[in-house]
């Protein structure tokens, strides 16, 4: 089944403590990306990469890293987490082409305390 | 640079009635246009998308939508509420200038019995 994956789906961690949220995509997508979800906001993209070892900074990239290494995943990582970002964050992946509609993961509630 | 604007936060209408949830749109390049549905704890999924064919766009669960340049307009519609319809939905827009996604606020759709 084609999907996109994210690992851990609930997270609580304290302020600090280093933390990986995965994401993997088996549909062969080049393009892939990283969003936050806060009420009231939308989506807001973090992070997007375009292919292997190419990333660049969406809208709100402050307090993440991500990293491509392979083609099917895309890990998002927070150095150190501050109560800020406490969000639901959603990766997404695409074929390139403006035509190409975004498949998205089923999300990961992160809590930071 | 572009934008785009969902112009009601909140839209609450009886099952059975007609669904309008509107969507305007700023670019200064040919748009893609899609709408998606977020379920409650759920991911986002695709209900259609515009890509500079047909104006008027069909998409899942009897939604469709229409694509007014002159406007700048891409409001969704569906001619009967059903409960089930009871979600948050999501105008997005993409650009060929620069591949950039960009996300509506979201509006919530309620369904009254």
């Known amino acids: 089944e084609a999907q996109v994956t994210q690992n851990p789906r609930y997270l609580i961690t304290v302020t600090g403590k280093k933390l990986t949220v995965t994401c993997s995509q088996n549909?062969?997508?080049?393009?892939m990306s990283w969003y936050r979800q806060d009420p009231g906001l939308g989506l807001r993209q973090i992070y997007y990469?375009?292919?292997?070892?190419?990333?660049d900074k969406g809208d709100v990239p402050e307090g993440y890293k991500v990293s491509r290494k392979e083609k099917r995943n895309f890990p998002l990582i927070l150095e150190s987490p501050s109560p800020n970002q406490t969000s639901l964050y959603f990766c997404?992946?695409?074929?390139?082409?403006?035509?190409?509609?975004?498949?998205f993961g089923p999300g990961t509630r992160l809590t930071v305390l | 640079a572009q934008s785009v604007t969902q112009l009601d936060s909140h839209v609450s209408v009886s099952e059975g009635t007609p669904v309008l949830l509107r969507c305007n749109y700023s670019?200064?390049?040919?748009?893609?246009l899609f709408w998606y549905v977020q379920h409650p704890n759920k991911g986002l999924q695709l209900l259609l998308k515009?890509?500079?064919?047909?104006?008027l766009v069909k998409g899942i669960n009897g939604f469709e939508a229409e694509f007014k340049k002159s406007e700048t307009s891409f409001h969704l519609t569906k001619p009967s509420a059903h409960m089930s319809d009871a979600a948050e939905y999501f105008c997005?827009?993409?650009?060929?200038?620069?591949?950039?996604?960009?996300f509506g606020k979201g509006t919530r759709l309620h369904i009254l019995p």
């Open positions: 997404a992946s695409r074929r390139q082409g403006r035509d190409n509609e975004q498949f």
């Open positions: 549909m062969n997508h080049e393009y």
């Open positions: 990469s375009m292919n292997v070892e190419v990333t």
């Open positions: 670019s200064s390049y040919s748009p893609s």
């Open positions: 515009y890509t500079s064919a047909a104006t």
């Open positions: 997005v827009v993409r650009t060929d200038r620069d591949d950039k996604i960009i």
